[in-house]
């Protein structure tokens, strides 16, 4: 048995436990399935484990097979975003990609690119904006050489961090609802309000808790919800600069705080991405 995996059989290896079908793997990889049948084959042989159950119901992973997926899917994040960032470096060495949620603090995002910009020989930063949660993978895979992110709601395993803002979170309620009125409110208030039921925001594998509430997929989409009448959600209260008239927030006297963070992976050697986290440890968070 050898300890060494080679990238092209990685990728063949998510591609089948993604699908969990051979056929559509080796359509979605653009080889016929009977190399890739034997590719797979070949890589059990080599590592001395079943990744595989094959059986007239179809395909699933076994537990050694869940274990190299997750693997394997770190594996090519890394090598992709080797690439990514090399190229970024050849073709502008003091620049950086930042990743934030659209609709995030922008008030707090302002303030920390002021700051760093009236640095000496700051490096120029792209904003990228992305969706809901889309930040760990845009560092993870070099789209990205630092965001802004959420503790406790985002996924930071393998990043550094520093910390920029904790606030309590708010009910985002239709402006006309009756609790819309009230100066505070509780989780559990909130919790069971008849036809207004809490918005589901996606987990960090992409799928929704179980619930009545709406799957919501973006800002704008869960604005027009709350707007009609037709959900309700929690946010931070950084959120109000974003509501509309027709838009109430009222205080959660229970939730939990929320901490947006300035995130980077913790092998980054960057100088632009160092001197980013130099501004973010001395900046000052907005009043409010």
Known sequence: MVDTLETRELRYFVAVAEELHFSR???RLGIAQPPLSRAIAQLERRLGVTLFERDRRGVTLTGAGQVLLDEARAI?????AAARRTRRAASAPNRLALAT?????????????????????AAEVDVLLCGM???????????????????????????????LLTEQQV??????????ARTSLTMAEIGDIPDLPVARWPRQDGSYEPGPGPEIHDQAQLAQLIAL???????????????????AAVPLTDSPHVTTVLAWPSHSRSRAVAGLVRTAARQVPPAG
């Open 229 to 247: 009448g037709r959900a309700m959600a929690v946010l931070c209260a950084s959120s109000r600069s974003w509501l509309w008239n027709a838009h």
């Open 76 to 80: 090519l994040d890394a090598t992709t």
């Open 171 to 180: 009910a985002i309620l239709p402006a006309g609802h009756p609790l819309a």
């Open 25 to 27: 793997a080796a359509q």
């Open 133 to 163: 949660g889309d930040q760990a993978r845009m560092l993870r895979d070099g789209r990205a050489d630092a965001a802004l992110m959420q503790r406790p709601f985002d996924d930071l395993a393998g990043f550094d961090t520093e910390d």
């Open 101 to 121: 949620k659209a609709g995030a603090n922008h008030e707090l995002l302002r303030k920390l690119l002021d700051a760093h910009a009236a640095q000496p020989g």
